[in-house]
């Protein structure tokens, strides 16, 4: 797994777990802001677990031979070389970091 990957989920695993989710309900005072807090929370949550579950795991290999033999070695060329020199956009991965962290405040 990649370096940036890996401590945005370590991020985002903290902030789960330092969130004051019921202190801050005890502050909202309207039904509407009730559901909505409910709401974020929820999607806090799914998004927290797929970071925990999906990308905190390795990724399969891609078996090039396989598909060099099925669909072309020119193609699959192409794609290897683009694959390899993909790269995370650093400035996204580090704002979102910087969100997580200014969320377990």
Partial sequence: MSGTIKKVTDV????????????MAKLIVSDEARKEFASLRRAFDEVNSTLQTKFSQEPEPIDWEYYRKTVGTRLVDMYKEAYDNFSYAPSFVHGLVNLLNWLMI
């Avoid at 985002?12 to 202190?23: H, L, N, V, Y």
């Fill in 12 to 23: 985002a695993f903290k902030a789960s777990k330092t969130i004051d989710w019921e202190g």
